[in-house]
């Protein structure tokens, strides 16, 4: 057995302590080499170093710490501490398995069945990640496919005037969406005319108006946000839920191009086997007006519960746009002329896209900040 | 809405294909079969239709029979209407219309004599089928005439009819019980058909109560008449009264139908007997006529087809002859100008056809839109990016790795919530039409939700949560809405959760003003600090606790405010245990450019680590020292932290009043070896300007 040569500590100043405890590190370091990797050296170094009983290190603690005067007592702890963690690591490194885990200046004996094998069954120190939530994450998705076709990412107002959301998509005056049942608006906005009324935005599609009324032809911009309506609460219900919607005008811009854009769009979101279906719809800015599915992602096309049996699944609306739509905005861009230019626009609700995705049965989830629900995304 | 295949068989003898390929092609085509259920062997199937509402022409059967005439490209046969010779009249029985401008064509037609009794044959069978009620032959009749091709009729008791019919406005005040038994005050907006003495129906709505058919009925009015579609629909909703009638004729219904429907329900009565007397009364207003039944026909120009719809699967634009043939089966007329456009009338019962586009909508809509093929647009152009679409993913970024999960919560608040966390006082916006009254504001702050979210998991037992949220709050009034993006924090519980290998340790406001600090420290600002002010001054939210809470300000703007909530919030939330929240402006935030990273050369020579302990009086803040040892200039000096604070304790005895604190420096030049001398002069600066702030050195 080596014999450990501990130096005495002159005084307390800085350069002493420094002396201190760099010539005990240095002997430590000797002595672990001279062991050779053999694991009862090893064992051996580890009980003359830090043994509960006799360990160099308690002595240490003993003849230096619990003597020292108490307003060097802090400086000499840090030290001893650095010192400890220097032995505690290289001998856990020199052993063929770590029996001692470092913690910064604490270290911490693991559980362990002996003292020269750890429980590596235990559970490890997981870091602690955020989540992201389920709804950014397939917003970002979505618009991620869009920018790498050629899309700009666009925003609007939450709260928006009659115009913009109705008004300059071509929604009669008394159409049903118009109503307080339906929209949640601004109080007292009576005394104002019906196009400057505020209220809660109910589809991002203002956006595309005011893009246009910003940016002659040609623009492709995807639209992604949150909107509103008058819906009470239930597992398929929410009067907050989010869109993402696209505009894209040009020349020669035709119904083939919307289909073509929008089955690209859906295989890369869910696969390159899914499979689209346009049916004729009605909405008052496009024309014509389109619903799309997918083949069911659930059971391939088969039929299954998740697609009421019938293999397909409804996910967007799209059109092209409405004439009327690009002579609202032609008072400000008189690029829009409809009969020199074309446009398709599509709108999906990432809420359903992210239910369907992650399998959730309940839309409130998505806006309670459950932290049993959101960690499932981690 | 109830569709049987068989009925619309009946109109398509030629129609080969099953009920099931029917239901699909029909839907393919926008007339939307949701669900085909089948009947048994001789009845066929029932469709369960969806149909747009912009689509009231395909909302009955003959309507639908004639989409599949024009998809099969087969024929569809004419109503049967003719009618047993009329009784001649004395005179054609009187109709007026008084207002012209909400009433666009009203018939008249007298049946005498009729027996009312149960009805049989086809009606009861197809209502059976269709699970709908039998009333009696001459109700039953109009009902099955709506089903049949979509036209509402109404019935009256010629007997409780007082001299002629009028079409009128009501008088104000004006009172009709209809046939739901209600009572109801009309108003002069309220379209009424009404005799000499009283209202007799709210017109296109619902009939009245005194006028319906009983089982003594012996005489019949019939009314087949053609409503302005928003006379119907302000009534409809003003009365709450939302019946098949009026959801047809708000949506516009045939203007041509009125005699053809007369006549169907005339037949189907008079079948158990009756006569018909004199010939049908037929009131048209021209006006009406001109925006219906007569409106000028559109110009459509193949080329624009093509435009707008691109080509088919076959690699093929929409020839001419496909066009002519689909727009003819809707029941358009096209005469082709030599080398221009179509020009092509309209079908009265589609009201929706206005313009070239909505022909090319129906030539796409019936070719099949799965027949056009799938292209890419070319793209030319760039690709823009939101200014502070990087800033937010870096914030957004180093939140999840600082172990925060992004959370979404309600837009709304209560009032009492928009006062008090809205950032300037009395600036938040109340809702028209709130959900509930907790909900009745738009949130002036994300503080609020982030307190409802933190609440809502320490209910379900879960106490160690950190959460953010980047959203929108809305400030101003109901005149001007002001929209700014928001960051807020929300942590309570553990920062580091207790485990097999280590103790756990306790969230506290230092968790988030490192956090503050990182965020700030992805941006680039010229200077930055915290700080705090008491309760009585005003300056703090008083949502945050006074003395463990700070602003954080950046080149002398307030980016935000974080701490320990207040009390009485925390309190008031019923959170039983310390909860840290901080709200930032992220206006603010996005005006500092986004931080470049720059690497600088490294030291190739050693750092000398120089630790001080010093005990200070507690009125002396870590901000004085480190601004008093960062004043010094010291260029060697490549660090200063302070790593150990403690006031007394076991193995340490401090004067009362006061604290220890062991800081770290760390010395390194670029260029040489530091010399014992160099760092020993440091040293004594360093002393000597701790001792000028009061501080002691210990060691
Ligand atoms: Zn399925």
Not at chain 1, 326 to 351: C, E, H, L, N, T
């Amino acid at each position: 057995m080596p014999n450990t040569e501990i130096p005495k500590l002159e005084d307390y100043s800085p350069r002493s302590l420094d002396h201190f405890f760099l010539s005990i590190k240095a002997s430590y370091d000797k002595e672990e080499a001279q062991c050779g990797g053999i694991p009862e050296k090893i064992e051996e170094l580890r009980i003359r170093w830090v043994g509960r009983k006799q360990g160099h290190l308690k002595s240490i603690v003993e003849t230096c710490l619990k003597t020292a005067p108490a307003e060097v007592k802090s400086a000499l702890g840090v030290r001893f501490n650095q010192l400890k963690v220097h032995i505690d690591q290289a001998l856990a490194m020199a052993s063929s398995d770590a029996t001692i885990l470092s913690t910064g200046y604490t270290t911490v004996r693991a559980a362990s069945r002996t003292a020269d094998s750890i429980d590596i069954t235990l559970p490890g120190i997981r870091p602690g990640l955020g989540v992201e939530h389920p709804l950014v994450r397939t917003m970002n998705e979505i618009v991620g496919i869009f920018q790498r076709m050629g899309y700009s990412v666009g925003v609007g107002p939450e709260v928006e005037t009659d115009y913009y959301n109705f008004e300059a998509l071509n929604f009669p005056p008394d159409h049903p969406a118009r109503d307080t049942q339906d929209t949640l608006v601004v109080a007292k906005q009576e005394h104002k005319s019906l196009r400057d009324r505020l209220l809660l935005r109910t589809h991002t599609s203002p956006v595309q108006i005011r893009t246009m009324e910003r940016q002659p032809p040609p623009i492709r911009i995807v639209i992604p946000g949150k909107v509103h309506r008058n819906d009470a609460a239930d597992a398929t219900h929410s009067p907050i839920f989010h869109q993402v919607e696209g505009l894209c005008v040009d020349e020669n811009i035709t119904f083939s191009d919307l289909k073509g854009t929008l089955d690209h769009a859906m295989k890369e979101l869910f696969g390159s086997s899914v499979k689209t279906r346009f049916f004729p719809s009605f909405f008052p800015f496009t024309e014509p007006s389109a619903d799309v599915q997918i083949s069911c992602i659930f059971c391939g096309g088969k039929g299954c519960r998740k697609c009421k049996h019938s293999g397909w699944i409804e996910l967007l609306g799209c059109g092209m746009v409405d004439p009327v739509v690009f002579d609202s905005v032609r008072g400000k861009q008189p690029g829009y002329d409809p009969k020199k230019i074309s446009g398709f626009a599509f709108g999906m609700g990432v809420d359903r896209i992210a239910m369907m995705k992650y399998g959730i049965s309940d839309i409130g989830l998505l806006y309670s900040g459950d932290m049993r629900f959101l960690e499932q995304f981690a | 809405m109830k569709i049987l295949s068989n009925w619309l068989r009946a109109y398509l003898p030629a129609l080969k294909v099953s009920d099931r390929q029917l239901a699909d092609d029909l839907t393919l085509r926008g007339i939307a079969v949701e669900g085909v259920f089948d009947l048994g062997s001789s009845n066929g199937s029932l469709f369960e239709m969806d149909i747009t509402t912009n689509r009231v022409d395909a909302m009955n059967h003959y309507g639908i029979a004639r989409e599949a005439a024009a998809i099969y490209d087969i024929p569809l046969l004419p109503l049967e209407a003719s009618l047993p010779a009329a009784r001649p009249a004395k005179r054609p029985f009187p109709v007026r219309i008084d207002a012209q401008d909400l009433c666009g064509r009203f018939t008249a037609r007298v049946l005498r004599n009729v027996k009312i009794a149960p009805s049989s044959g086809e009606i009861v069978e197809r209502f059976q089928l269709l699970e709908q009620k039998l009333i009696g032959n001459a109700v039953d009749a109009t009902n099955f005439v709506t089903m049949a091709m979509g036209h509402p009729t109404h019935a009256f008791d010629l007997d409780k009819v007082e001299g002629a019919i009028l079409v009128r406005r009501a008088k104000a005040g004006e009172r009709l019980r209809l046939l739901d038994g209600t009572e109801r005050t009309l108003v002069a907006d309220d379209l009424v058909v009404s005799d000499e003495q009283k209202a007799l129906a709210l017109a296109g709505v619902m009939g009245g109560w005194d006028t319906m058919i009983t089982p003594a009925t012996k005489n019949i009015l019939v009314e087949a008449a053609w409503f302005d579609p928003g006379s119907v629909r302000r009534s409809s909703r003003r009365h709450g009264l939302h019946t098949d009638a009026s959801h047809r004729f708000e949506r516009g219904a045939d203007f041509a139908a009125p005699p053809i429907a007369s006549a169907l329900v005339s037949r189907l009565i008079l079948a158990a007997g009756g006569e018909i007397e004199g010939e049908l009364v037929d009131v048209v207003v021209p006006e009406f006529a001109a925006r219906t039944i007569a409106r000028p026909p559109i110009s459509l120009a193949v080329g624009e087809v093509t435009r707008i719809l691109g080509k088919t699967v076959e690699d093929q634009p929409i020839d001419a002859a496909t066009m002519e043939r689909y727009l003819t089966a809707l029941g358009c007329g096209i005469q082709p100008t030599s080398g221009g456009p179509y020009t092509v009338t309209l079908p009265s019962w589609r009201l929706d056809l206005e313009r070239e586009i909505d022909l090319i909508e129906e030539v796409a809509r019936l070719h099949g839109y799965n027949r056009f093929s799938n292209t890419l647009p070319n793209f030319a152009g760039s690709v823009v990016e939101l200014p502070w679409a990087a800033k937010e993913k870096m914030l957004r970024g180093k939140l999840l790795a600082a172990g925060y999960a992004e959370a979404i919560s309600s837009t709304f608040c209560s009032a009492t919530e928009a006062v008090t966390f809205a950032p300037q006082p009395n600036s938040y916006v109340p809702l028209g039409n709130p959900l509930s009254e907790e909900v009745g504001c738009l949130r002036s702050s994300l503080v609020p939700g982030m307190l409802t979210m933190l609440a809502h998991n320490l209910n379900r037992e879960v106490d160690d949560l950190k959460l953010f949220e980047m959203g929108t709050i809305f400030t101003g009034n109901t005149d001007r809405v002001q929209e700014r993006p928001s960051l807020v924090l929300g942590a309570t519980g553990a920062a580091i959760a207790p485990h097999a290998h280590a103790e756990g340790r306790a969230y506290t406001f230092f968790d988030m003003k490192g956090v503050a600090e990182e965020l700030l420290a992805g941006f680039v600002t010229k200077s930055s600090y915290f700080d705090t002010f008491p309760a009585a001054s005003g300056l703090m939210p008083q949502w945050l606790y006074s003395g463990r809470a700070a602003r954080l300000v950046a080149d002398g703007e307030t980016i935000g405010f974080f701490g320990q909530l207040a009390p009485q919030e925390a309190r008031q939330r019923k959170l039983r245990q310390a909860v840290f929240v901080g709200e930032f402006d992220l206006e603010r935030l996005y005006r500092h450019a986004l931080r470049e990273p720059a690497a600088r050369e490294l030291s190739r020579f050693p750092a000398v680590v120089r630790d001080f302990s010093f005990t200070f009086p507690d009125a002396v803040q870590w901000r004085q020292i480190s601004s008093a040892l960062l004043g010094l200039a010291i260029a060697e000096m490549s660090s200063m932290q302070s790593m150990e604070i403690f006031r007394g304790g076991e193995t340490v005895s401090l004067p009362p009043g006061h604290y220890s604190i062991l800081v770290r420096t760390v010395f390194q030049a670029q260029d040489r070896t530091l010399r014992d001398e160099e760092v020993q002069g440091w040293w004594e600066r360093i002393i000597e300007a701790v001792r000028s702030l009061g501080g002691v050195l210990r060691s």
